[in-house]
């Protein structure tokens, strides 16, 4: 089993407003979501969509609903840290008023306006 945890640093304080904002406007507990799914087979992307993330190794992204949780494992001590929480829509979804199937980009146009208030 893994053990899940947001960053012990200022990136921690970071991730922790963001994902206090998202279930504040949308009542999705983001962290809850990640500790289930990133405790037992965290890589099973047969079972999860979590594929890998950047130019790390280490670095992979777990998708939750319209929302990116982008986390480092570190495979050697089996334990995962949360870096960041971002939308999964594209500044060109968002920007176009296109078909909002989920009926919530104006959360992620919000939050993306949001963004810079959640930084230290």
Sequence with gaps: ???????HNKLQI?????????????GLDVFR?????????PFNSKRKRVTEFGDQESNYCLAYRTWRIIFQADH????????????????????QRTEDKYNDKDIHRAYNLNVQEFAF
């Design 14 to 26: 970071f991730s922790k407003k963001k994902k206090d904002w998202i279930y504040q406007q949308t």
């Design 33 to 41: 979501f990640a500790q289930l799914q990133l405790s037992s087979e």
């Design 1 to 7: 089993m893994m053990m899940i945890e947001f960053l």
């Design 76 to 95: 050697k001590n089996q334990s995962i840290s949360i870096l960041d929480i971002c939308s999964g829509y594209t500044e060109a979804d968002l920007e």
